[in-house]
């Protein structure tokens, strides 16, 4: 998996492509390849890294490709074999003369493998791709049409694919189908534009069609014909992409990621807009449409989500829980899908993902979906797969995030918990009115609040220096702020690779205390609350094993400068609030430790940001 483009039509395609691959690389990647129709073959390009090193392989060939206006591209990051340059795509059949790029993973590759080689396939490659051109180009044989045979070929691969094909015999042509794998083709004036997602094309069009799953499309630079898996001819609908041609800048910054940080604020302005007008108004959320009636009776909710869309999803569960006494249950998407999780019509199902591609939270989706239950999907992707399963869709205007370790989209996903935890409650009449009242009194003083700690990040560069030597971080919460423990150590450990764990800090004493020594870094997200003391004993235990102490807090106790070694001080804020504020500055701890190690911050080795592989 990780990127995908194609095109048709009549510009010089292979810029069009590595421009398109360009737009995508924010996703995580380790290698690219491009394949261009030439007027006697299709001439594959590949380099492993960078785009920077195809574009300098691209250099050496340009009289090859110059006049070429049909191709196919693709970013891989690697699942079946190691990022070299026989395994990037494009992958092609025994004579060469066809081509695949896929995103995805084809789950009965080894079964097709082993029956392909029979039939006297050679297989170069450790990709489970490799599979697809064999057996796309067998169906050829027989059906001597490209559309046909990818129709025959798909009937025999299991998994999830976005795939585009191109054949030596068809001058004009890219067909393209896919199964639980995004894929669009942007429409413009005599040329075509495929891809995984959006910023590829959009510089292009913004006009664009999203395959269903097992759709097939043959495309010209005039033509583009549809077929569903039985090759009945399908309409599909022409949408308007709602996106501007953004050019992806740092505007300044050093890396996006610390763009991205300093963007909170707005992020939190836009998701009240519109939704908290006063404090004494009611939220407004007219996304959710599960009628008011059956809010009241709801008596059960399960949230689903993966990395930090989960810690999002357990700080949700704590503000639905004690505003409207609701019992919720939060899982990863990915041991939600392989049991036996009883849900029905009667519960309510959200599903968190800033992508909303990610392919166990889609599946997650999808299983509850078919036991009836109404789907709430919280997304910074209104037009993805998962926002597509919705019954009830809040986006979070986050604005397209590019740096792979999620800061903004995170943020927003906790203002959308925020603002559906009050509606329900208003809804249910399940919390007092003064609480709820101040509630959103700090809500409307978030974006100020995140503003002042941004202003103020000395202390926070110099913790992140002091710390920055060493190979493991503790960080220790309760309550609604263990999720920001946990999503603390996740920021830390995908950026700079340091050893990060986050612990409700009472288990400490239960097991992990028996690390502690004068070498260990335990960081306490001290805000006070209902269990701010509770807390600061835990600190204290870790403090008798010679730990060095590190407080963030709000508060301004003078007994705290005994306990810890380094203190950063936040703006005060309510105990429920608490959860962004104190975020804030543990993505700046990882973001300069990172950066201090020198770390790539925005393309962090072996992730991707948008995971369509289960
Ligand atoms: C961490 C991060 C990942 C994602 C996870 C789920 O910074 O970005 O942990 O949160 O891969 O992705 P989404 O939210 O797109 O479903």
């Not at 009937?155 to 896919?178: P, R, S």
Request: net charge neutral.
């Amino acid at each position: 998996m990780c990127g995908i483009v194609g095109y048709v039509g009549f510009r010089s395609v292979a810029d069009i492509l590595v421009d398109g691959l360009e737009q995508l690389e924010y996703r995580g990647y380790d290698s690219a390849g491009i394949a261009v129709k030439c007027d006697s073959d299709i001439k594959i390009y590949k380099s492993i890294g960078k785009l920077k090193n195809l574009r300098e392989e691209l250099k050496n060939h340009v009289g090859e490709f110059e006049k070429s206006t049909t191709g196919i591209g693709h970013i891989r990051w690697a699942t079946h074999g190691a990022p070299t340059v026989i395994n990037a795509h494009p992958h092609t059949c025994n004579c060469g003369n066809l081509v695949v790029v896929h995103n995805g993973i084809i789950e009965n590759y080894k079964e097709l493998k082993i029956e392909l080689e029979k039939q006297g396939c050679k297989f170069k490659s450790q990709t489970d791709t490799e599979a697809v051109a064999h057996l796309v180009a067998l169906k050829y044989k027989q059906a001597k049409n490209l559309t046909e045979a990818v129709r025959l070929a798909t009937k025999e691969i299991q998994g999830a694919y976005a795939l585009c094909v191109m054949h030596n015999d068809y001058k004009n042509t890219v067909v393209v189908t896919k199964r639980n794998a995004p894929l669009l083709v942007g429409i413009g004036e005599g040329e075509f534009l495929i891809a995984s997602d959006v910023p590829a094309i959009i510089k292009y069009t913004k006009k664009a069609m999203y395959l269903n799953d097992n759709q097939i499309a043959t495309i010209t630079p005039n033509s583009m014909k549809l077929i569903d898996k039985d090759g009945i001819e399908q309409v599909q609908k022409i949408e308007v992409l709602p996106w501007e041609p953004v050019a992806l800048s740092k505007m300044g910054y050093k890396h996006f990621m610390l763009k991205e940080i300093h963007e909170q604020p707005d992020v939190v302005r836009n998701n009240l807009s519109g939704k908290l007008h006063s404090a004494t108004e009611p939220v407004v959320l007219n996304e959710v449409k599960l009628d008011k009636e059956t809010l009241k009776k709801l008596n059960r909710i399960q949230i689903i989500a993966c990395g930090t869309s989960l810690h999002a999803a357990m700080i949700g569960k704590y503000l639905i829980e004690t505003f409207c006494g609701i019992a919720v249950d939060v899982e990863a998407s990915s041991e939600y899908i392989y049991r036996r999780t009883v849900t029905d019509e009667n519960t309510l199902v959200i599903g968190v993902s800033q992508s909303g591609e990610t392919a166990d939270t889609l599946t997650a989706i999808k299983q509850a979906k078919a036991r009836g239950s109404h789907i709430l999907i919280i997304t910074n992707r209104p037009d993805s797969s998962m926002a597509r399963e919705a019954d009830s869709l809040v986006p979070v205007n986050a604005g397209i995030e590019v740096s792979v370790a999620a800061t903004k989209s995170y943020i927003a996903q906790l203002m959308a918990f925020y603002l559906l935890a009050l509606y329900m409650a208003e809804v249910k009449g399940s919390l007092d009115n003064s609480l709820v009242q101040s509630v959103k009194n700090e809500l409307m003083l978030l974006p100020q609040k995140i503003e002042q700690v941004l202003a103020n990040t000395e202390d926070i560069q110099k913790c992140a220096r002091k710390y920055s030597g060493t190979k493991d971080f503790i960080y220790v919460a309760r309550g609604i702020n263990f999720p920001t423990a946990l999503e603390g150590a996740l920021k830390l450990k995908e950026i700079s690779y340091i050893n990060a764990t986050g612990y409700a800090a009472g288990e400490l004493k239960h097991g992990p205390i028996a690390m502690l020594d004068d070498t260990m870094p335990v960081l306490s997200i001290l805000m006070k609350g209902s269990i701010y003391e509770k807390l600061l004993s835990n600190s204290e235990e870790a403090k008798a094993r010679n730990a060095r102490m590190i407080a963030l807090t709000n508060s301004t106790d003078e007994k705290l400068n005994d306990l810890f070694e380094t203190i950063i001080r936040v703006p005060d804020v309510q105990e429920f609030l608490s959860p962004i504020i104190a975020v804030i500055p543990l993505q700046l701890i990882a973001y300069y430790i990172a950066e201090f190690l020198g770390k790539d911050v925005d393309q962090p080795r072996n992730l991707a940001k948008s995971v369509t592989v289960e």
